[in-house]
Antibody, heavy 118, light 107 residues
Framework: QVQLVQSGAEVKKPGSSVKVSCKAS????????IHWVRQAPGQGLEWIGR????????RYAQSFQGRLTITTDKSTSSAYMELTNLRSDDTAVYYC???????????WGQGTLVTVSS | SYELTQPPSVSVSPGQTARITCSGD??????AYWYQQRPGQAPVLVIC???ERPSGIPERFSGSSSGTTVTLTISGVQAEDEGDYYC??????????FGSGTKVTVL
Protein backbone atom coordinates (compact mmCIF):
# COMPACT_ATOMS: atom_id res chain seq x y z
CA GLN A 1 0.00 0.00 0.00
CA VAL A 2 1.39 3.38 -1.02
CA GLN A 3 1.89 5.86 1.82
CA LEU A 4 3.06 9.46 1.78
CA VAL A 5 4.24 10.75 5.15
CA GLN A 6 4.93 14.45 5.56
CA SER A 7 7.02 16.36 8.08
CA GLY A 8 5.45 18.10 11.05
CA ALA A 9 3.83 21.48 11.54
CA GLU A 10 5.94 24.62 11.23
CA VAL A 11 5.65 28.15 12.61
CA LYS A 12 7.61 30.74 10.65
CA LYS A 13 8.21 34.49 10.68
CA PRO A 14 7.30 36.63 7.67
CA GLY A 15 10.20 36.79 5.23
CA SER A 16 11.64 33.44 6.27
CA SER A 17 11.56 30.09 4.43
CA VAL A 18 10.03 26.69 5.06
CA LYS A 19 10.91 23.26 3.70
CA VAL A 20 8.37 20.45 3.95
CA SER A 21 9.25 16.83 3.23
CA CYS A 22 7.12 14.02 1.82
CA LYS A 23 8.44 10.45 2.12
CA ALA A 24 6.92 7.76 -0.07
CA SER A 25 6.72 4.06 0.69
CA UNK A 26 5.01 1.02 -0.75
CA UNK A 27 5.39 1.90 -4.43
CA UNK A 28 7.92 2.81 -7.09
CA UNK A 29 8.87 6.40 -6.38
CA UNK A 30 10.06 7.43 -9.84
CA UNK A 31 7.04 6.25 -11.83
CA UNK A 32 4.62 8.97 -10.72
CA UNK A 33 4.78 12.72 -10.38
CA ILE A 34 4.59 14.29 -6.94
CA HIS A 35 2.31 17.31 -6.73
CA TRP A 36 2.01 19.87 -3.95
CA VAL A 37 -1.37 21.36 -3.10
CA ARG A 38 -2.18 23.84 -0.37
CA GLN A 39 -5.34 24.81 1.48
CA ALA A 40 -5.61 28.06 3.41
CA PRO A 41 -7.91 28.03 6.46
CA GLY A 42 -11.53 27.73 5.34
CA GLN A 43 -10.54 27.90 1.67
CA GLY A 44 -10.35 25.52 -1.28
CA LEU A 45 -7.52 23.49 -2.75
CA GLU A 46 -4.77 25.32 -4.65
CA TRP A 47 -2.25 23.53 -6.89
CA ILE A 48 1.19 25.03 -6.38
CA GLY A 49 3.59 22.78 -8.30
CA ARG A 50 4.87 19.34 -9.23
CA UNK A 51 7.96 17.33 -9.96
CA UNK A 52 8.54 14.24 -12.08
CA UNK A 53 11.15 12.28 -10.09
CA UNK A 54 12.32 10.17 -13.02
CA UNK A 55 13.56 13.29 -14.84
CA UNK A 56 13.71 15.81 -11.97
CA UNK A 57 11.54 18.15 -14.02
CA UNK A 58 9.53 20.60 -11.96
CA ARG A 59 6.74 23.00 -12.85
CA TYR A 60 5.25 25.72 -10.67
CA ALA A 61 2.03 27.69 -10.60
CA GLN A 62 2.69 31.14 -11.97
CA SER A 63 1.89 32.88 -8.71
CA PHE A 64 4.71 30.98 -6.98
CA GLN A 65 7.43 31.45 -9.60
CA GLY A 66 10.65 32.59 -7.94
CA ARG A 67 9.55 31.61 -4.41
CA LEU A 68 8.90 27.88 -4.72
CA THR A 69 11.35 25.03 -5.27
CA ILE A 70 10.36 21.36 -5.43
CA THR A 71 13.08 18.72 -5.31
CA THR A 72 13.46 15.01 -4.76
CA ASP A 73 15.93 12.62 -3.15
CA LYS A 74 15.45 9.34 -4.97
CA SER A 75 17.74 7.53 -2.53
CA THR A 76 15.15 8.06 0.22
CA SER A 77 12.02 8.24 -1.99
CA SER A 78 11.38 11.72 -0.67
CA ALA A 79 10.12 14.95 -2.19
CA TYR A 80 10.62 18.42 -0.76
CA MET A 81 8.74 21.69 -1.10
CA GLU A 82 10.59 24.87 -0.16
CA LEU A 83 8.77 28.20 -0.08
CA THR A 84 10.76 31.38 0.53
CA ASN A 85 9.94 34.96 1.51
CA LEU A 86 6.92 33.76 3.47
CA ARG A 87 3.91 36.02 3.96
CA SER A 88 0.95 35.71 6.30
CA ASP A 89 -1.25 34.56 3.41
CA ASP A 90 1.03 31.52 2.94
CA THR A 91 -0.50 30.14 6.13
CA ALA A 92 -2.09 26.89 4.98
CA VAL A 93 -2.04 23.12 5.12
CA TYR A 94 0.38 21.87 2.47
CA TYR A 95 -0.27 18.44 0.96
CA CYS A 96 1.89 16.26 -1.25
CA UNK A 97 0.08 13.84 -3.56
CA UNK A 98 1.10 11.18 -6.04
CA UNK A 99 -0.21 11.85 -9.55
CA UNK A 100 -0.51 10.28 -12.97
CA UNK A 101 -2.93 11.07 -15.77
CA UNK A 102 -4.33 7.54 -15.46
CA UNK A 103 -5.04 7.73 -11.73
CA UNK A 104 -5.18 11.42 -10.82
CA UNK A 105 -4.02 12.34 -7.32
CA UNK A 106 -4.57 8.87 -5.93
CA UNK A 107 -2.51 9.01 -2.72
CA TRP A 108 -2.11 12.02 -0.45
CA GLY A 109 0.09 12.87 2.47
CA GLN A 110 -1.52 13.75 5.79
CA GLY A 111 -0.84 17.46 5.29
CA THR A 112 1.56 19.86 7.01
CA LEU A 113 0.29 23.04 8.64
CA VAL A 114 2.56 25.99 7.98
CA THR A 115 1.73 29.06 10.06
CA VAL A 116 3.33 32.39 9.15
CA SER A 117 3.07 34.88 11.97
CA SER A 118 5.17 37.59 13.51
CA SER B 1 -5.30 32.11 -15.58
CA TYR B 2 -7.41 29.02 -16.22
CA GLU B 3 -10.41 28.48 -13.95
CA LEU B 4 -12.84 25.69 -13.22
CA THR B 5 -16.28 26.85 -12.07
CA GLN B 6 -18.36 24.88 -9.56
CA PRO B 7 -21.55 25.78 -7.66
CA PRO B 8 -20.77 26.74 -4.05
CA SER B 9 -23.27 24.36 -2.52
CA VAL B 10 -25.68 21.52 -3.21
CA SER B 11 -28.27 20.24 -0.74
CA VAL B 12 -29.90 16.85 -1.06
CA SER B 13 -32.10 14.54 1.00
CA PRO B 14 -30.87 11.05 1.88
CA GLY B 15 -31.56 8.59 -0.92
CA GLN B 16 -31.88 11.29 -3.56
CA THR B 17 -29.40 12.18 -6.32
CA ALA B 18 -26.83 14.96 -6.09
CA ARG B 19 -25.27 16.42 -9.21
CA ILE B 20 -22.26 18.72 -9.12
CA THR B 21 -21.11 20.49 -12.27
CA CYS B 22 -17.68 21.81 -13.18
CA SER B 23 -17.13 24.07 -16.19
CA GLY B 24 -13.90 24.96 -17.95
CA ASP B 25 -12.85 25.84 -21.47
CA UNK B 26 -10.17 23.14 -21.69
CA UNK B 27 -12.34 20.29 -20.42
CA UNK B 28 -13.12 18.95 -23.93
CA UNK B 29 -9.37 18.25 -24.32
CA UNK B 30 -8.24 17.51 -20.76
CA UNK B 31 -9.42 14.86 -18.30
CA ALA B 32 -11.24 15.86 -15.14
CA TYR B 33 -10.88 14.29 -11.73
CA TRP B 34 -13.11 14.58 -8.65
CA TYR B 35 -12.11 14.60 -4.99
CA GLN B 36 -14.14 14.37 -1.79
CA GLN B 37 -12.83 16.13 1.30
CA ARG B 38 -14.26 15.72 4.76
CA PRO B 39 -13.42 18.28 7.49
CA GLY B 40 -9.89 17.92 8.79
CA GLN B 41 -8.98 15.21 6.30
CA ALA B 42 -6.94 14.98 3.11
CA PRO B 43 -8.88 14.81 -0.16
CA VAL B 44 -9.89 11.41 -1.55
CA LEU B 45 -10.09 10.66 -5.27
CA VAL B 46 -13.60 9.51 -6.24
CA ILE B 47 -13.56 9.83 -10.05
CA CYS B 48 -10.61 9.86 -12.49
CA UNK B 49 -10.39 10.48 -16.24
CA UNK B 50 -13.88 12.03 -16.37
CA UNK B 51 -15.84 8.89 -15.52
CA GLU B 52 -13.69 6.10 -14.08
CA ARG B 53 -14.25 5.02 -10.51
CA PRO B 54 -11.13 4.02 -8.56
CA SER B 55 -11.11 0.77 -6.66
CA GLY B 56 -12.91 1.05 -3.32
CA ILE B 57 -15.16 3.94 -4.31
CA PRO B 58 -18.88 3.08 -4.02
CA GLU B 59 -20.85 2.56 -7.22
CA ARG B 60 -23.16 5.45 -6.34
CA PHE B 61 -20.40 7.82 -7.46
CA SER B 62 -20.26 8.39 -11.21
CA GLY B 63 -18.85 10.99 -13.60
CA SER B 64 -19.75 12.24 -17.04
CA SER B 65 -18.54 14.79 -19.54
CA SER B 66 -20.26 16.94 -22.15
CA GLY B 67 -18.40 19.70 -23.94
CA THR B 68 -16.98 22.21 -21.48
CA THR B 69 -18.83 20.72 -18.48
CA VAL B 70 -18.15 17.65 -16.39
CA THR B 71 -20.59 16.34 -13.80
CA LEU B 72 -20.19 14.28 -10.64
CA THR B 73 -23.34 12.36 -9.75
CA ILE B 74 -23.96 10.78 -6.37
CA SER B 75 -26.96 8.44 -6.60
CA GLY B 76 -28.77 7.39 -3.44
CA VAL B 77 -26.92 9.93 -1.29
CA GLN B 78 -25.96 8.81 2.21
CA ALA B 79 -25.14 10.92 5.25
CA GLU B 80 -21.47 9.95 4.93
CA ASP B 81 -21.32 11.66 1.52
CA GLU B 82 -21.49 15.07 3.15
CA GLY B 83 -18.38 17.13 2.54
CA ASP B 84 -16.62 19.32 0.02
CA TYR B 85 -16.12 18.14 -3.55
CA TYR B 86 -13.49 19.51 -5.93
CA CYS B 87 -12.99 18.99 -9.63
CA UNK B 88 -9.43 19.15 -11.00
CA UNK B 89 -7.99 19.34 -14.48
CA UNK B 90 -5.16 20.97 -16.43
CA UNK B 91 -4.76 23.57 -19.11
CA UNK B 92 -2.91 23.12 -22.39
CA UNK B 93 0.36 24.42 -20.89
CA UNK B 94 0.51 21.70 -18.25
CA UNK B 95 -0.63 23.84 -15.34
CA UNK B 96 -3.01 22.05 -13.00
CA UNK B 97 -6.04 23.63 -11.41
CA PHE B 98 -8.76 22.81 -8.89
CA GLY B 99 -12.29 24.08 -8.98
CA SER B 100 -13.50 26.32 -6.17
CA GLY B 101 -15.27 23.45 -4.46
CA THR B 102 -18.88 22.49 -3.78
CA LYS B 103 -20.20 21.85 -0.29
CA VAL B 104 -22.63 18.94 -0.28
CA THR B 105 -25.14 19.00 2.57
CA VAL B 106 -27.31 15.98 3.30
CA LEU B 107 -30.57 17.26 4.76
Amino acid sequence: QVQLVQSGAEVKKPGSSVKVSCKASGGTFSTHAIHWVRQAPGQGLEWIGRIIPMFDISRYAQSFQGRLTITTDKSTSSAYMELTNLRSDDTAVYYCARYSEVTGHDYWGQGTLVTVSS
Amino acid sequence: SYELTQPPSVSVSPGQTARITCSGDALPKQYAYWYQQRPGQAPVLVICKDSERPSGIPERFSGSSSGTTVTLTISGVQAEDEGDYYCQSADSSGTYVFGSGTKVTVL
